[in-house]
C-alpha cells in the first residue's frame, strides 16, 4: 500500500531479513537514540523465545529508507495490538510522528478497526495520553522511574527514604552476624559479565521466580536471551 509517508509492507515479523533489521536500527538511532528496549540485539530474541509465529511486522518505507516499522499481533478480526512479551516494559514500535501511526491502521490488510499500541513511553513515542484526539483513546499505564546520574552514588543514596536506608543497613548487619561479608562490586568487562548474571539469576532462583520457572538461569529462555 502507497500512503503519504511511503510504501507500506505487511509480512511475518519472523521473516524479516538481516538487512531489514539494520534499517530497523538506523531508524531507532534517527528517531530515539538508539534506545536500547528498541534495539534488533533485543527485540529480535524477544520474537525467537517468546513469540508464537503469529506475529506480524508493518513497515514504511521510502526512498531513503525504513520510516516506522511495528510487530503486531491480532486479538480478533480486525482488532490487533503490539507484541508485547512480559520480557519487555515498552512494545517494539518505532513511529516518530503521530500521522505515521495513524497511516498504519490502513495498512493492515483485511479491514483493520484499531490497534492497541500498548506500553508506549511518551519520551519515545508520539503517542502521549496528553494529546487528545478524536480519533484516539489513550490510558495511562504506569509512571516509570529513572535515576538522576548527577553527582556520586553515596550522595543518590542519602537522597533514599530513611525507611529504606535503615532496612538496608539493618541487612547488612544480619548479614554479617550470619558469617557474611556484603561488598558492593561493579562488574563492566565483557569477560566478567556472564558470570555476573549468572551469579544473579543464582540468587533470583531461590525465591519465588524459581518456584514459579521465571528466574533468569543461563540454561532457560530467560538466559539465553
Not at 538508539?34 to 506480524?56: A, C, K, N, S
Request: aromatic content about 10%.
Amino acid at each position: 500500500m502507497r500512503g503519504p509517508s511511503g510504501d507500506w509492507s505487511f509480512f511475518p515479523a519472523r521473516e524479516a531479513t538481516g538487512a531489514f533489521w539494520g534499517e530497523w536500527d538506523e531508524l531507532n538511532r534517527r528517531l530515539w537514540a538508539g534506545h536500547p528496549f528498541l534495539d534488533r540485539r533485543f527485540v529480535e530474541p524477544l520474537l525467537d523465545y517468546w513469540g508464537t509465529g503469529e506475529e506480524q511486522m508493518v513497515a514504511c518505507q521510502d526512498e531513503d529508507g525504513l520510516v516506522a516499522a511495528a510487530i503486531l499481533v491480532r486479538r480478533r478480526p480486525g482488532f490487533w495490538h503490539t507484541f508485547l512479551p512480559a520480557q519487555t516494559q515498552m512494545a517494539p514500535v518505532l513511529v516518530g510522528e503521530y500521522a505515521v501511526a495513524r497511516e498504519m491502521l490502513a495498512a493492515i490488510p483485511d479491514r483493520a478497526v484499531a490497534i492497541d499500541f500498548l506500553c508506549q513511553d511518551p519520551r519515545y513515542s508520539p503517542l502521549s495520553p496528553s494529546e487528545k484526539r478524536k480519533e484516539m483513546l489513550a490510558v495511562p499505564y504506569a509512571v516509570t522511574m529513572a535515576v538522576n546520574l548527577d553527582g556520586g552514588f553515596q550522595e543518590y543514596f542519602e537522597g533514599r527514604s530513611r525507611n529504606l536506608r535503615k532496612n538496608i543497613g539493618r541487612y547488612r548487619r544480619r548479614a554479617e552476624a550470619l558469617g557474611g561479608s556484603p561488598k558492593l562490586r561493579r562488574v563492566s568487562a565483557v569477560t566478567e559479565l556472564r558470570e555476573a548474571v549468572a551469579r544473579y539469576g543464582e540468587i533470583e532462583g531461590r525465591g519465588w521466580k524459581g518456584q514459579q520457572g521465571t528466574a533468569l538461569n543461563e540454561n532457560n529462555a530467560q538466559g539465553k536471551v
